[in-house]
């Protein structure tokens, strides 16, 4: 199904080296993702949305979760992301995953949803990269039914990724990554903004967590960070806000980290579960 104006030019890109980088970036968390929706009581026969699924790894999993008799509509505007996820979902005889393309930062198309129709909203690293918040919000208001539960895992502030010691080429990438996106209409530390505007909505905060990790080079959200340091900077490099020198600095950073006992410091990742009354 796509909808009037569903069409993607999403900054992180949606080609395949990047559609590879959140497989392996769910598969690290994803153990947080199932205690969120355990928590929330997430489960077979529910009917589920999942609000800028992308190439729906975390679709997938729902999808399994909600089993035959429940229903999930995962919803984005990259078509190559959804084309992949609806080949999964055959792949899988998943037949409760639908996939729905749409313009999250337009009103237009959100009527397809309903009011009042589903059990619960996903909505992943997705709101920081949007324009205009409130179709989104709005879309969520609408769409839950009463005693429905949104579980949004955003950032509250992206700069407290850090690596100690020698991070300073490390700082400069974080700076560019947040000018970058913000350049996009995009906000980082979207977090921030959410408790205010779901509650002025009539949505009720019934449980928060923070997801930021500090950890050793080994462990795996480290892996996570260094993942996105191994791809991001040809991004960057494209848009001309990562030069040879900056990269220099960086692999020298990566490098001395490697060889010494060093501290990853993930962005802070927020996990808030709402409520529809
Ligand atoms: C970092 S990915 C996260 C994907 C998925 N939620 C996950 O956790 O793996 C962000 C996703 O938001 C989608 N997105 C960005 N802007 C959007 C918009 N205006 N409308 C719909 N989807 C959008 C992108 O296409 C991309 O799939």
Redesign the pocket.
């Known amino acids: 199904m796509t909808a009037p104006g569903a069409s993607?030019n999403?900054v992180?890109g949606?080609h395949d080296r990047e559609r590879d980088r959140?497989q392996r970036?769910?598969a690290i968390w994803r153990d947080d993702c199932l205690a969120a929706w355990q928590q929330a009581g997430w489960g077979a026969g529910q009917r589920l949305l999942d609000l800028?699924?992308?190439p729906g790894?975390?679709s997938l999993d729902l999808a399994e979760r909600v089993g035959p008799t429940g229903s999930v509509l995962a919803i984005?505007?990259?078509s190559a992301?959804l084309e992949h996820l609806q080949a999964q979902a055959s792949q899988g005889n998943l037949q409760q995953l639908h996939t729905l393309a749409?313009?999250?930062?337009q009103a237009s198309g959100v009527e397809a949803l309903g009011e009042g129709q589903w059990d619960g909203a996903w909505c992943?690293?997705?709101a920081m990269?949007?324009k205009d918040l409130n179709p989104l919000l709005d879309l969520i208001a609408r769409a839950l039914r009463p005693g429905g539960t949104l579980i949004l895992h955003e950032y509250g502030q992206w700069d407290t990724f850090a690596l100690y010691p020698r991070g300073a080429g490390l700082d400069r990438f974080v700076c560019r990554c947040i000018q970058h996106w913000r350049d996009h209409g995009g906000d980082p530390h979207v977090a921030q903004r959410l408790p205010a505007l779901l509650e002025a909505r009539g949505l009720r905060l019934k449980h928060c967590r923070s997801l930021m990790a500090c950890s050793t080079s080994d462990a795996p959200k480290a892996q996570w960070l260094q993942d996105f340091l191994g791809s991001y900077p040809d991004q960057l490099a494209a848009a001309g806000l990562w030069s040879p020198g900056d990269q220099e600095e960086l692999e020298a950073d990566l490098g001395h980290a490697m060889g010494h006992s060093s501290v990853w410091v993930t962005p802070a990742l927020m996990e808030m579960v709402w409520e529809k009354p």
């Not at 749409?102 to 930062?105: A, F, G, H, M, S």
């Open positions: 993607s999403y992180l949606s959140l970036q769910h800028g699924c992308g790894f975390a984005d505007n990259a992301y749409l313009d999250l930062n992943r690293w997705v990269f949007l």
